[in-house]
């Protein structure tokens, strides 16, 4: 197993720390949970006092790899996260390019790294443009599935792991399947070699995938599946460019009994559509609308959404907000999309 310098210094920063505090995204995915938990369980293991940061709650069907206690939320309890940003040696941010996709909690983020004894700060990602110079260390590598996956690599070349998963808590295996599961949308997209290999070991060291499989992606309620039939029926629109979109409502969420996490997955459904070679889902929310962006092939939605939605990601796979109302989002996406594919 080769370790990379950044490798090695990050083994020293978390040997040298004890309180570590682990960061995840804002509106966190399977892969921002899968990352953190996984991170939190190799660091118990070490004898470290981690504990993760998240801006608000994740989807319900997440809880079965949350460790009890090991995540503060910052909306619910922010003197809790402020006190544990106050007494960090390290902190360590996974699956974002940037101290700022914490959310709320990142201005604390930044002022702890100007305070007199800082937190050395850590950056573990598979997003494009990492804003390199917040941190001490970084490893960014675009091509890997996830950061689950990318972590899943730089926990084996840990001088303690040996390259061995078995070296691994079997829970930090777990959560890490979980990511790799989720942000590929359970294999459909963003799979690399390395990825499938990552898949091997992970299952070798005893990780029931099919049990993850039927946690995530088989356990929401009817409500939700009406819906997908709702939106799909009623409210998608296929532009000629190759370009399908649909808007959810926040009456619309009342209507169909919405708890968080119900709209997983919608966005790619239009993509099996052979002529749709992109697909946004506008949410409202309160104060702003969420945007999602999917594309096939060469069609850059980290570019539409730098451009157009506030926003970024990945080439095929990016999110955004606008600020305006959910009524008036098709007219002014509808003259993007038409800007965008000049
Ligand atoms: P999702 O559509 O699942 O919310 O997000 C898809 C991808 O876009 C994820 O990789 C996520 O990190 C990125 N993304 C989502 N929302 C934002 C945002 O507001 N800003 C940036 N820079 N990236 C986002
Ligand atoms: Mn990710």
Redesign the pocket.
């Known amino acids: 197993m080769r370790t990379t310098k950044a490798e090695e210094k990050l083994n020293d920063l978390i040997l040298k720390s004890s309180n570590i505090v682990i960061f995840g995204?804002?509106?966190p995915?399977g892969?921002s949970i899968g990352s953190a938990v996984g991170m939190y369980h190799y660091l118990t293991a070490l004898g470290k006092h981690p504990h993760i940061i998240i801006h608000s709650r994740l989807p319900e069907y997440f809880n079965f790899i949350i460790p009890a206690g090991s995540i503060s939320y910052y909306v619910e309890d922010g003197e809790k996260c402020l006190r544990c940003i106050e007494e960090a040696d390290l902190m360590l941010f996974l699956?974002?390019?940037g101290m700022n996709?914490t959310g709320e909690v990142s201005a604390a983020a930044e002022a702890a790294r100007l305070r007199e004894n800082a937190p050395h700060c850590a950056l573990i990602d598979h997003?494009l443009n990492p804003q390199t110079d917040s941190f001490d260390v970084v490893i960014s590598d675009t091509e890997v599935s996830s950061a689950c996956e990318l972590l899943y690599h730089v926990l084996l070349a840990q001088p303690g792991v040996c390259g061995d998963v078995n070296n691994l808590p079997k829970e930090c295996a777990e959560a890490l399947l979980t990511g790799i599961l989720t942000d590929t949308n359970n294999f459909a997209n963003s799979v690399y070699p390395s990825t499938y290999l990552a898949v091997s070991q992970l299952q070798a060291r005893g990780v029931d995938r099919d049990a993850i499989y039927n946690e995530v992606f088989r356990s929401y309620s009817e409500q939700r599946m009406r819906l997908m039939g709702h939106l799909l029926q009623d409210n998608m629109r296929c532009l000629p460019q190759g370009v399908a979109y649909f808007t959810l409502s926040i009456a619309d969420k009342k209507k169909y009994d919405f708890v968080r996490g119900d709209s997983e997955g919608f966005?790619n459904l239009p993509l099996s559509i052979k002529e749709i070679r992109m697909t946004a889902?506008f949410t409202e929310e309160p104060g702003f609308v969420?945007?999602?962006?999917?594309s096939k092939g060469n069609v850059d939605v980290n570019d539409f959404?730098h451009k157009y939605?506030?926003?970024?990601?990945?080439k095929n796979?990016?999110?955004?907000?606008l600020y305006m109302p959910i009524d008036q989002v098709p007219e002014y996406f509808e003259s993007k999309v038409k800007e965008f594919f000049k």
């Open positions: 995204h804002e509106n995915d892969d699956d974002m390019n996709r997003h966005v889902f969420k945007v999602s962006l999917r959404s939605c506030n926003g970024g990601g990945h796979a990016s999110g955004g907000r």
